[in-house]
C-alpha cells in the first residue's frame, strides 16, 4: 500500500471525537470532493473514494449531527481492480446541511446558493483547522517520502488538489492561521496546494496524529542520509566511519522492526528512549550519542544490546 493511503488510515483510526472537529472534518471532505446532483427532485450529495473506512466515518458523522433523514448509500465499483465507494446523501434535510457546514447559503433573492471558495470563517479553532487539514488530505491530498524501493534521491512532497484557485487561496490562508506556508501551483486545470522538505511533511504527519507513518518516514529518512554520507565519505579513510555506520544501520533496523511488530511502547521508557535518541540522530557514534543524552557510553552500548537481542528474538519467531 502506498505511503499517501498508509497516512489516510492512520488519520482515520485517529479522529477527534469532537463535535466541532467532526463537523470540521465533514465539512472538508464535502468541500473539496463532493458532486452534486438530484434525487427525486431533491439536492444529493455524493462522494466518491476508494477507502471504505471513509465512508463509514462520514455516515456516522452524518447521521450523528444531522439527523436520520440523511440517507447514505454506499455503492461499490470496480475501477482498474480497485474497489471504488460512492456515498450519496439524500432526503430533505441534505440542504440544511450544506448550509449550516458553510458549503452553500441563501442569497438576498432567496435562493439557495453555492460558496465559490471553501468558506471558512467559521473555522477558526486550532482544532478544527487541524481537522479541516487532515479532511481534506484524505479527499483530495496525497504526499510522497516513503519510498519501498530505495531509489537514491527522493522527493518529499505533501499536497491538496482543488478545482479553483478560490479554493486554493483559501486552504492557503487556512494553513497560514496554524503558521504552515504553503506555495501554490497551477496544474491542468487544478490548482495544488504542497508542501516541501522533509521537516514540513513530518511537521504535517505530526499534526495529522499519523504518528508511525512519521516515524517510518523519520527513519528513512535517517538510513537515506547515512547513504549518502556514506558517499560522500568514500575516498577518506573510512574504517571507523564505516563501522559507525554500519551499526547504526543495524540498530536503525532492529528498532524499525520492533516498531512494526511489538511496538516501540511495549520496551518500556528506558529502552524505547533510546530508540528515539537514534531515529533522531541516524549518523552519531556511541561516544555522540552519550553526549547528547548524558548517559556513559556503555550505559547506551548496554540498552543497544538488550534491543538489539529482542530484534534477534524477533527475527527467529518470524522464520
Ligand atoms: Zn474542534
Given at each position: 500500500m502506498?505511503f499517501?493511503?498508509?497516512?489516510?488510515?492512520?488519520?482515520?483510526?485517529?479522529?477527534?471525537?469532537?463535535?466541532?472537529?467532526?463537523?470540521?472534518f465533514?465539512?472538508?471532505?464535502i468541500?473539496?470532493?463532493?458532486?452534486?446532483?438530484?434525487?427525486?427532485g431533491?439536492?444529493?450529495?455524493?462522494?466518491?473514494?476508494?477507502?471504505?473506512?471513509?465512508?463509514?466515518?462520514?455516515?456516522?458523522?452524518v447521521?450523528?449531527?444531522?439527523?436520520?433523514?440523511?440517507?447514505?448509500?454506499?455503492?461499490?465499483?470496480?475501477?482498474?481492480?480497485?474497489?471504488?465507494?460512492e456515498?450519496?446523501m439524500?432526503g430533505?434535510?441534505?440542504?440544511?446541511?450544506?448550509?449550516?457546514?458553510?458549503?452553500?447559503?441563501?442569497?438576498?433573492?432567496?435562493?439557495?446558493?453555492?460558496?465559490?471558495?471553501?468558506?471558512?470563517?467559521?473555522?477558526?479553532?486550532?482544532?478544527?483547522?487541524?481537522?479541516?487539514?487532515?479532511?481534506?488530505?484524505?479527499?483530495?491530498?496525497?504526499?510522497s517520502g516513503?519510498?519501498?524501493?530505495?531509489?537514491?534521491?527522493?522527493?518529499?512532497?505533501?499536497?491538496?488538489?482543488?478545482?479553483?484557485q478560490?479554493?486554493?487561496?483559501?486552504?492557503?490562508?487556512?494553513l497560514?492561521?496554524?503558521?504552515?506556508?504553503?506555495r501554490?501551483?497551477?496544474?491542468?486545470?487544478?490548482?495544488?496546494v504542497?508542501?516541501?522538505?522533509?521537516?514540513?511533511?513530518?511537521?504535517?504527519?505530526?499534526?495529522?496524529?499519523?504518528?508511525?507513518?512519521?516515524?517510518?518516514?523519520?527513519s528513512e529518512?535517517?538510513?537515506?542520509?547515512?547513504?549518502?554520507?556514506?558517499?560522500?565519505?568514500?575516498?577518506?579513510d573510512?574504517?571507523?566511519?564505516?563501522?559507525?555506520?554500519?551499526?547504526?544501520?543495524?540498530?536503525?533496523?532492529?528498532?524499525e522492526?520492533?516498531?512494526?511488530?511489538?511496538?516501540?511502547?511495549?520496551?518500556?521508557?528506558?529502552?524505547?528512549s533510546?530508540?528515539?535518541?537514534?531515529?533522531?540522530?541516524?549518523?552519531?557514534?556511541?561516544?555522540?550519542?552519550?553526549?547528547?543524552s548524558?548517559?556513559?557510553?556503555?550505559?547506551?552500548?548496554?540498552?543497544?544490546?538488550?534491543?538489539?537481542?529482542?530484534?534477534?528474538?524477533?527475527?527467529?519467531?518470524?522464520?
Open positions: 502506498g499517501s493511503k498508509n497516512i489516510k488510515y492512520e488519520m482515520l483510526k485517529n479522529l477527534s471525537e469532537n463535535a466541532c472537529c467532526r463537523q470540521a465533514l465539512s472538508a471532505i468541500k473539496t470532493s463532493a458532486e452534486y446532483g438530484l434525487s427525486n431533491e439536492l444529493s450529495v455524493s462522494i466518491k473514494t476508494q477507502i471504505k473506512e471513509l465512508c463509514d466515518i462520514v455516515e456516522t458523522i447521521k450523528d449531527l444531522y439527523d436520520v433523514e440523511v440517507k447514505v448509500k454506499i455503492s461499490e465499483e470496480i475501477f482498474f481492480k480497485k474497489s471504488r465507494f456515498l450519496i439524500t430533505s434535510k441534505v440542504k440544511q446541511m450544506l448550509l449550516d457546514l458553510d458549503v452553500a447559503y441563501i442569497n438576498e433573492d432567496n435562493c439557495f446558493n453555492f460558496y465559490d471558495g471553501l468558506y471558512l470563517e467559521n473555522i477558526n479553532q486550532d482544532c478544527c483547522i487541524k481537522s479541516f487539514v487532515k479532511g481534506a488530505f484524505i479527499a483530495c491530498g496525497s504526499a516513503v519510498d519501498e524501493t530505495t531509489k537514491k534521491s527522493i522527493d518529499y512532497h505533501i499536497e491538496w488538489v482543488f478545482a479553483s478560490k479554493k486554493s487561496q483559501d486552504f492557503l490562508k487556512l497560514e492561521n496554524i503558521n504552515v506556508y504553503g501554490e501551483v497551477k496544474r491542468k486545470k487544478l490548482y495544488v504542497y508542501l516541501q522538505k522533509f521537516e514540513a511533511i513530518s511537521d504535517m504527519l505530526v499534526l495529522f496524529d499519523a504518528q508511525e507513518n512519521m516515524l517510518k518516514l523519520n529518512y535517517a538510513k537515506r542520509s547515512i547513504m549518502n554520507s556514506v558517499n560522500r565519505q568514500s575516498n577518506c573510512t574504517a571507523n566511519m564505516t563501522k559507525t555506520i554500519d551499526n547504526a544501520l543495524a540498530q536503525l533496523k532492529a528498532i522492526l520492533i516498531k512494526d511488530t511489538i511496538g516501540l511502547e511495549k520496551l518500556g521508557e528506558d529502552l524505547s533510546i530508540c528515539m535518541l537514534r531515529l533522531a540522530n541516524s549518523e552519531e557514534s556511541l561516544q555522540e550519542l552519550a553526549q547528547l548524558g548517559m556513559s557510553k556503555s550505559a547506551i552500548n548496554y540498552r543497544f544490546g538488550k534491543i538489539m537481542k529482542i530484534a534477534k528474538e524477533i527475527e527467529e519467531e518470524q522464520k
